[in-house]
Structure formats: C-alpha cells, structure tokens
C-alpha cells in the first residue's frame, strides 16, 4: 500500500465521528451502542503550498488512488491508518500552488 509522506502547511484539526446506534423509547428513555467494530472514523482536512513541481507529485497521488483505494497516513499525535481522499481542490497565485484535501479514514478486512 501506497504511503502519504508529504507534510501539509499547517498542523490541521482533525475530527472523530462515531458510529453509535440509538434507540429512543417513548418514556424518554433511550439506549446506544457503538456500530461495528471500527465506530469510529477520523478526517482531517489539511492544506499543501509550493511551486508546481513541489504541488504536482500530489495531485498525481491522489489522481492514482481516485479516491477510492486507500493509502496510509500517519495523523499527528495519532497511529498510521487507512485514508482516502475523494475531492480535493487546487489553486495558484503568483507562482504558489494550493492544494487543499480531506483525508478520511477508512478500514480494510
């Protein structure tokens, strides 16, 4: 598996979500349980700059997976994983690319 080694401008905030199944009675009573053994997926949207020749190498990565085969990424303060990145956007001013993208995770059997 293909590995996500270029660092993005700044240190982005990723987001949790959990998967959590609830039910809710009609006595105000309600229960939970966490969905599946992975309930809980992280994105992180993060930003890379530089010149074209920097910029392109990422934009031909994420063009190979095409957003759905999977890469590994290591989040800050977190543990390598599963990530995709389904859209991502480009721009360029005097000579500086931009590229923006979200990194999700995703799991594999």
């Known amino acids: 598996?293909?590995?996500?080694?270029?660092?993005?401008?700044?240190?982005?905030t990723g987001t949790s979500t959990f998967a959590v199944l609830?039910?809710?009675f009609g006595d105000g009573y309600s229960?939970?349980?966490e969905d599946g053994i992975n309930n809980e997926t992280q994105s992180w949207p993060l930003t890379f700059s530089g010149s074209k020749a920097?910029?392109?190498p990422i934009v031909d990565f994420f063009?190979?997976?095409?957003?759905?085969?999977?890469?590994?990424?290591?989040?800050?303060?977190?543990?390598?994983?599963?990530?995709?990145?389904t859209t991502f956007t480009m721009n360029e001013a005097s000579g500086i690319y931009t590229i923006?993208?979200?990194?999700?995770?995703k799991f594999a059997p």
């Open 1 to 12: 598996m293909d590995v996500f080694t270029w660092r993005p401008l700044t240190n982005p």
């Open 22 to 24: 609830s039910a809710q």
């Open 31 to 33: 229960q939970e349980a």
């Open 54 to 56: 920097e910029m392109q």
């Open 63 to 85: 063009r190979a997976h095409k957003g759905a085969a999977g890469f590994l990424w290591t989040p800050f303060m977190g543990v390598q994983g599963i990530y995709k990145v």
């Open 100 to 105: 923006t993208a979200t990194f999700m995770q």
